[in-house]
Every structure is written in C-alpha cells, then in structure tokens.
C-alpha cells in the first residue's frame, strides 16, 4: 500500500510559477516510477510528466515542455513538479502518481496509487 500526499497548489496570475509537492509513504518508493496528471473541468485526466526510478528518463506532454520540470529526490520520498510560465489552460487539479514499473508512462493505468489532487488555477 502506497500514500501519496499533493501539496503545493494555489491561485497564481499568468506567467507566474508554482512548484507542486508529492510526499510518499507506506513502500519502498525508489524502484517506482511517478507521474503527474491533472484534470480540468469536464475533460478527462490527462498525462503531465513522469520520471523514472533512477531519474535518468523524464517525460513530459507537449502542451508543458520547457515550462514544466519533474524532479525527484529518493531520499525523501518527495518528487517534485516545477511550474513556470503558468497560462490560464494550465488550471486544473494536479494529482501525483506512482507507477508499477520502474520506467514512466503516458498511460493512466499504468499507475496504480494516486494523491488526493492539489487545485492550481491561473487567473489574472
């Protein structure tokens, strides 16, 4: 059994940067790959960015890369997601996930714990 704790949202203006927080508990987290997904209203949930266990390989959905960046750090259980250069279509709630491989993966089921979401909006 897995815990994943989200934390770090909020109301930001466009443009500006928020960095999202994902505690882990409850297995061994370094052999897992995680995720961020998020979910605006009335649309699906959709892939952010994963990383791999060992960090080495990240992924990222076209709409975020060069804004967004995933980091983990194993020795807190924590992975983190850097947000910059939020737009209005970035408003959603973010939910952190944990994978049942080591490597990421686009694909929602291939995650099998997931936080309780964390609302970011960007709004002027």
């Known amino acids: 059994q897995v815990q994943l704790e989200d934390s770090g949202g909020g109301l930001v203006q466009p443009g500006g940067s928020l960095r999202l927080s994902c505690a882990a508990s409850g297995r061994s987290f370094r052999p897992y790959a995680m995720a961020w997904f998020r979910q605006a209203p009335g649309k699906e949930r959709e892939f952010v960015a994963g990383i791999a266990w060992s960090a080495t390989i990240t992924l990222y959905a076209d709409s975020v890369k060069g804004r967004f960046f995933i980091t983990r750090d194993n020795a807190r259980n924590t992975v983190y997601l850097q947000m910059n250069s939020l737009k209005p279509e970035d408003t959603a709630v973010y939910y952190c996930?944990?994978?049942?491989?080591?490597?990421?993966?686009?694909?929602?089921?291939?995650?099998?714990?997931w936080g309780q979401g964390t609302q970011v909006t960007v709004s002027s």
């Open positions: 996930a944990s994978g049942s491989s080591p490597l990421p993966s686009t694909r929602l089921h291939e995650y099998d714990y």
